[in-house]
């Protein structure tokens, strides 16, 4: 083997070729390539032609344990990756992708050093010669849970996106979506690409501050225990939409990094609108009809006409009006059939005082008529 080996790889699939002393490019590529591979998140392992291992990285080495200068130079995996019974069958499938077109996938168990099986996917594919015929094979493979997860990762991001029947934004580091789905851009009254990009100002007529100040927290410190509720104001050719959506965020950070890096933040909504405003409406006919009862009670108790009225007034006032007055019919017709010429007055008999917070005031003592157009 040439010295490349120690690091786990060959400079060449296939035999070895001498040395070359003097040359300082085949050596600092040999030096990249094991950098590369061991670099790698995939485990990967090579064989040359005749079936022997010519690469093993280090991720073959954490899935398996068998270091690289144990399984480098070793003939198939038969005895010591793959049991006997199986090493014929395994190494039939891997060695076929070197007359097969395109990568091959397949699914097998592997032992592990101290005797442990661990069961991968792996793709293989043929590796060509400077003559374009196969000289060996290559093989990247990982762990089924692992690929599985990463599969349902990607599975799911993408149904969020394209199918999910609330709104999915995924907003930058700088507060500016980036990704949109169509629910999404349909609540935000525009197209998927349009959205892109920009400002939330731009998008928002009243509730940018609270949503960009959620974004900012989630961002610092994390996704917020509960879903909060945020009323806003979408700009539409229209005009302004008025709406409340109920809105999950999560922060999202890079896997690739030591160090968590924020790559932006997921935001979660769904318009509540029709049902906080039949909340709200069903708050106030609750609070009305106890505040009618209240106010009946009350003035019952009142000996003075004029003063149940007031305190009906009063009692009754705080769900429907911030003020209120009440006016008599002084002289002339009352009813019909009424002959009198008198002259129809209307006095003010109590009102609730003007700009401030009181009890109805009583008035109407100078019968002087209250001026209407």
Known sequence: MSASRRSGTTDELG??????????????????????????D?????????????????????????????????????????????AEEVEGRLMSAMQAPGRQVHEFALLTKDGGRVLVRTQSAA???PDGKPAGVYCAF???????DLERSIALSEALFEDASWGVVLVDADLRPAVVNAHAARALGIGRTSVLGRPLGELLAQGVEELESALTHVLAEGAPPAPAEIWVSVRTPDGDRRRCWRCGFVRLASPLAEEPVPLGVGWLFQDVTEAKQAEQEAATLRFRVNQLHRAARAAA???????????????ALAGFADH?????????????????????????????????HGPSLLGGEAGLPVRYG
């Open 15 to 40: 035999p070895d070729e001498p040395e070359r002393d003097g040359s300082e490019g085949s050596a600092g590529g040999s030096d990249l390539l094991a950098a590369l591979l061991d670099g790698m």
């Open 42 to 86: 995939a485990a990967l392992c090579a064989f040359d032609g005749d079936g022997v291992v010519t690469h093993w990285n280090r991720e073959a080495e954490r899935i398996l344990g068998w270091s690289a200068a144990e399984a480098v130079g070793r003939r198939g995996f038969a005895g010591w990756a793959v049991r006997e019974a199986d």
């Open 127 to 129: 590796v060509r010669g």
């Open 142 to 148: 990982s762990e089924v849970h692992t690929q599985i």
């Open 301 to 315: 108790e009142c000996e003075d006409p004029a003063e149940a009225a007031t305190v009906h007034l009063d009692f």
């Open 324 to 356: 209120a007055l009440i006016d008599r019919i002084a002289g002339g017709a009352v009813a019909d059939g009424d002959t009198s010429d008198a002259p129809v007055r209307l006095v003010r008999v109590a009102g609730t005082p003007s700009g401030a």
